[in-house]
């Protein structure tokens, strides 16, 4: 299964984005889906996951501020992202846990 991530940018402290992960053919509903990232300099950290059964969970870094979603009929999950911090610059990955699917990462960069 492809992944595609988007929808990184440079955006001011405070500010909002909307990654999107699309993947290719049908395996997309099969499986949990998730969004990590990567600072320069650290290890590869969870962000937050949508379990097939509809939980979400989030990392205390974010809660309260990214919010997870998928839309089974178009493949495409989604991460908003409010209040953006500085620390919440990174290359944001998605990933397809039953497949051990990796997008390609977009960045997001947080500066004044």
């Known amino acids: 299964v492809q992944l595609q991530a988007s929808g990184g940018g440079l955006v001011q402290p405070g500010g909002s984005l909307r990654l999107s992960c699309v993947a290719s053919g049908d395996r997309f509903r099969d499986s949990s889906v998730g969004w990590y990232r990567q600072a320069p300099g650290k290890v590869r950290e969870w962000v937050t996951t949508?379990?097939?059964?509809?939980?979400?969970n989030y990392a205390d870094s974010v809660k309260g501020r990214f919010a997870i979603s998928r839309d089974n009929a178009r493949n495409t999950a989604y991460l908003q992202m409010n209040s953006l911090k500085p620390e919440d610059t990174a290359v944001y990955y998605c990933?397809?846990?039953?497949?051990?699917?990796w997008g390609q990462g977009t960045q997001v960069t947080v500066s004044s």
């Open positions: 990933h397809l846990f039953k497949y051990d699917s």
């Open positions: 949508f379990a097939l059964g509809g939980a979400t």
